[in-house]
Each structure stands twice: as C-alpha cells, then as structure tokens.
C-alpha cells in the first residue's frame, strides 16, 4: 500500500526559515507534489520533484531523495500569509496519495 | 491553468438525502478526479471520472453512494446519496494541468454539513 508521512503541525517566526518534512513509502514512485492550502480554500500547487536533489522557486524549494523515500519543502523569509496546511502528494501508479498535511503557523 | 466552477459552495442536509454537486472546467479535459477532505484531514480520492464510461472508484467507495456523471468534456456531478453526518465533508473536484507537470488543479471545493 501507499504510506505518507508528514509532522501534524509547526510554528515558526516570520522572517524564519522552516522545513517541512514528509517520508513515503509506496510501488511504483513517480515524483512528489508539495500543494499549499489556506484555510477554506482549495489547495494550489507548489513544486514537483522527478529527481534527486534541490529544486528552488523563488521563497519555496522542495528537495527530493528516491533512495531514501524523502521529501522537503523548504520555507525562507517567512511571511504571515504563509500560515496555511503544506500536503505532500506521491505520485504513484499514476495516482496521487496526499499525505495528512502539515499546518503551519507562522507567529509575528 | 485550468479554472474550475463548483456548486454549490456549502450546503446544510438533512440526514437520509441526497445531494448532487456540480463541477465545471473552463477547457476539455479527459479525466475528473473527485476527492473528499474530511475535517482537519487529508485529500482522499473517491473516483476517477472519465467521458463515456463509468467511473472508477477507489477502495472504501461505491457507485451506489457517490454516483458519478461525466456528459462530456467540461463537466461532472457527484452525488452524495442517503447521507449521514459521517458524510460531512468537502468534496473537491480536480483536474490535472495540460502541458504542465502534471499537477492537479482544484476547484474551491463543496463544504457539506448532514445534521
């Protein structure tokens, strides 16, 4: 079966830099989504990772490891606005399984 | 980007109906995917949606109770049928981007509250 893991909850400062893990165990692994979801809204797209290793987009960057089954997202000069729930989603089998999402909470 | 219409946005149910929602794309697309966003929880995918056939269902989910329409191209309905509070939820309607990497775009999603 497919298996996604990611912390529950974070808080950090604005201005801080936070990372978001995620682990994932699951058969026939194409890549890793990382969305972003506001309370009540719908979630949006962040990053895709196919290969190994650092994809930056400008504040946000998301790093992935096959060999390890092992994701990041990488959060720098945070911003008050970036308090929302972080879903990783493996791509697998040509479907996606999300992960129980991180809730970020960022503090003044 | 695609640009999805659902609704309705939220409704309030009496226990034992049954609701259907609309979801609308703004472009063609070949597959829907409907998911379910229980509270404080995680995106689960109910079906998978596809012009001129029947839905595929995902383990713990059935046609009789998420019965699924796809008339065409740019547009599906999920119905939530004899619903009970364990069904309140927000139900998602989502489709996967052209030409990008394949991610997925939501619509804003149908907030559903069975008393």
């Known amino acids: 079966g497919q298996n996604i893991d990611q912390p529950t909850e974070m808080t950090a400062t604005e201005g801080a830099i936070v990372q978001i893990n995620c682990t994932y165990q699951?058969?026939?692994?194409?890549?890793l989504f990382w969305y972003q979801q506001h309370a009540g809204e719908a979630p949006t797209f962040l990053s895709y990772?196919?290969?190994?290793g650092l994809e930056e987009k400008g504040r946000f960057s998301s790093f992935l490891s096959r060999s390890k089954g092992y994701s990041y997202l990488l959060l720098k000069e945070l911003q008050m606005k970036d308090s929302a729930s972080y879903l990783c989603?493996?791509?697998?089998?040509?479907?996606?399984?999300f992960g129980g999402g991180t809730r970020l909470m960022v503090k003044p | 980007s695609a640009v999805i219409s659902q609704k309705p946005s939220r409704d309030i149910c009496q226990r034992g109906t049954s609701l259907t929602i609309q979801c609308q794309v703004d472009?063609?697309?070949?597959?829907m995917f409907w998911y379910r966003q229980q509270p404080g929880q995680s995106l689960t995918l109910i079906a998978t949606?596809?012009?001129?056939?029947?839905?595929?269902?995902e383990s713990g989910f059935v046609i009789d109770k998420f019965p699924i329409s796809r008339p065409n191209l740019t547009f599906s309905t999920l119905t939530v049928s004899n619903m009970s509070p364990e069904d309140s939820s927000i139900y998602l309607c989502?489709?996967?981007?052209?030409?990008?990497?394949?991610?997925?775009?939501f619509g804003e999603g149908s907030r559903l509250t069975v008393l």
């Open positions: 990772n196919v290969l190994d």
């Open positions: 989502s489709v996967e981007g052209v030409g990008g990497e394949g991610e997925l775009f």
């Open positions: 989603a493996a791509n697998a089998g040509n479907m996606l399984t």
């Open positions: 949606a596809n012009q001129g056939s029947e839905a595929t269902y």
């Open positions: 699951t058969s026939g692994f194409n890549g």
């Open positions: 472009s063609q697309v070949t597959m």
